[in-house]
């Protein structure tokens, strides 16, 4: 059984991806890490293979139903570029359809584990940043900023989970803040944060003044202690379109490879919320 099948076994409506029309630009997203651009078929490809360790991950605790419809993400082969944009789709839906206190109960054992190792390495205080940046060569960076707001304080958690497979959980108990569960970098287990952007004054990463479009704030404990801290800034190209400089600061304590790994997380999170900003201004 497909996973196109998942979609109808849960009651959801057919997927339907919009194309442009012939009057309508074409959306072209460029991620640069470490200064290298990085093009959309590179960043789909590491989209894809997580896509297949999610669903592995999933499957080994999903019931026999759902887990049947993931079979297409779990045949063993290569991933394929061909069905990224169905797969993220209907990954998502399994998720929302597994509920929160599911997801909570299934990861509790992860969080258990990462929770106290996070605590731990930010001990010391000292942070490194994990950076990439994202350009657009449509929209606007205040644009972006206030459709990304917007599912926020909408509580929009399909819009959040959908952007990245390693998402679990991602929710907003009140306007401007979230509760995140994710596979974070290259880490093996799931670690739970939770940000409020108006709290944000010491985020230990550097305002860039050409940059003037901005959101930030620490990452926290449910008990509040300080884990990580993001800031994200935003300019309008000359050109059109706009460019998003992503930072997330992690303990400084925590080995090289999981920072080099988070960048590739964050051009996936992002160019997939950008493509969700720009289908909203052309619907």
């Not at 991620?31 to 999933?58: D, S």
């Not at 997801?103 to 205080?125: G, Q």
């Not at 206030?146 to 958690?157: G, P, Q, S, T, V």
Request: proline share 5%.
């Amino acid at each position: 059984m497909t996973v196109t099948a998942l979609a109808a076994g849960a009651g959801l409506a057919p997927l339907t991806l919009s194309r442009a029309s012939a009057a309508t630009p074409a959306l072209t997203l460029t991620a640069y890490i470490n200064g290298q651009a990085i093009n959309r078929t590179q960043v789909l490809q590491w989209e894809a293979r997580r896509l297949k360790v999610a669903a592995e991950r999933l499957n080994r605790s999903l019931p026999v139903a759902l887990a049947a419809e993931l079979g297409s993400l779990l045949d063993g082969s290569t991933p394929s570029l061909e069905n990224v944009a169905r797969d993220r789709e209907l990954l998502a839906d399994v998720k929302l359809r597994l509920g929160q206190t599911e997801i909570r109960d299934r990861l509790a054992a992860d969080l258990a584990t990462t929770t106290p190792i996070s605590v731990l390495a930010a001990v010391i205080d000292e942070w490194s940043v994990s950076a990439a940046q994202v350009s657009s060569s449509l929209g606007t960076a205040q644009g972006f900023l206030n459709w990304f707001n917007a599912r926020i304080d909408a509580n929009d958690e399909r819009a959040m989970l959908v952007a990245n497979p390693d998402h679990y959980l991602i929710t907003s108990p009140r306007s401007g803040a979230q509760e995140v569960i994710e596979v974070t970098g290259g880490a093996m287990l799931a670690a739970q944060f939770f940000i409020d952007y108006a709290d944000n004054a010491g985020v230990p990463i550097q305002s860039d003044p050409l940059f003037p479009v901005q959101t930030s704030g620490w990452a926290r404990t449910s008990d509040g202690i300080k884990i990580g801290a993001v800031r994200h800034q935003f300019r309008d190209n000359p050109q059109g379109g706009f460019t998003a400089k992503l930072n997330v600061a992690f303990p400084a304590t925590l080995p090289p490879w999981m920072f080099a790994e988070h960048q590739w997380h964050l051009a996936c999170e992002f160019s997939n919320w950008v493509s969700g900003y720009i289908a909203s201004t052309q619907a």
